[in-house]
């Protein structure tokens, strides 16, 4: 359905519903008593009015940005959040993450690193929140040296909420860089208490990476806890898409996801394997 045609219909819609409940009275009790009903309730018809007006005057002022989304159109649509951006000074959660996405659509991440360069700038408070989407560059280009910097930056200042996510960014890093005991600090920390499914799963998979086979006694806990938590693929799926569909950087970064199921769950199955043939 059109844009236009849901904006007008939801007025019409929010009219007629306020019209029915005003004129009610005068056709179920008289004129006279809805003259009375109203002059002790106006307020309701103010509040109506200010309800009414604030909602359009949104739709209004983001006509375009509606327009655009409507249209598919991610060129035009990264052109006008530039010009909010960086002409008109407007740095919000809204804007920050639309140009995120609309940036990975067109596949520029050069925006991206240029819309880091301005948060980190002007508002450098909004990095706990946003660091983990803005620094997806460095790690799909595994720009190993300044995003160790960058992240790094993030979790000094980042609150308690948002460290877990950039903590795991940062320690992504520093295993491509071959930074392991540093990296295995984070890990195993995020493996043990993060109550996040996903990161924790993904913080056992990098942990599994370093230490191969010979894997240790606290990483082989964590891992069975895990399994007895999501015993199959199936038991997980819930918190994969729900994890996708919140966190930005959990969707680009599938093919690990895929790696760490397949790795957890095929290990499974060879073990029960094994215990079979021991059985017998």
């Not at 004129?23 to 009414?52: D, K, S």
Request: with cysteine; proline share 2%.
């Amino acid at each position: 359905m059109k844009f236009k045609t849901i904006f007008f219909l939801f007025n019409g819609i929010i009219l007629f519903s306020f019209l029915f409940i005003a004129l009610m009275p005068l056709f179920v009790l008289g004129a006279e008593y809805t003259r009375i009903f109203w002059g002790e309730n106006w307020f309701l018809a103010l509040l109506f009015l200010i309800f009414i007006s604030v909602l359009d005057a949104y739709f209004m002022i983001n006509w375009k940005m509606f327009s655009l989304l409507e249209k598919e159109d991610w060129p035009g649509l990264t052109s006008y959040l530039e010009t909010e951006i960086y002409e008109k000074k407007r740095l919000s959660s809204r804007n920050i993450r639309m140009m995120v996405n609309t940036s990975l659509t067109i596949s520029n991440l050069d925006k991206i690193i240029r819309l880091e360069k301005e948060v980190s700038e002007k508002k450098p408070s909004l990095l706990s929140r946003y660091g983990a989407m803005l620094g997806i560059p460095y790690l799909l280009n595994q720009n190993k040296e300044e995003g160790k910097i960058y992240f790094k930056d993030c979790i000094a200042q980042s609150s308690a909420k948002d460290l877990p996510w950039l903590e795991w960014c940062y320690s992504f890093l520093l295993l491509a860089d071959q930074k392991l005991d540093e990296a295995k600090t984070y890990l195993s920390s995020l493996s043990a208490q993060t109550k996040d499914s996903i990161l924790r799963l993904l913080s056992l998979y990098l942990l599994s990476t370093i230490s191969g086979k010979a894997q240790d006694e606290a990483l082989v806990q964590n891992k069975r806890s895990f399994i007895e938590q999501y015993p199959d693929r199936q038991s997980l799926e819930k918190d994969v898409l729900k994890s996708k569909n919140k966190n930005i950087v959990v969707l680009l970064l599938s093919s690990v996801l895929d790696d760490s199921q397949n790795w957890l769950y095929d290990t499974v199955s060879e073990n029960n394997v094994e215990e079979i043939n021991n059985g017998h």
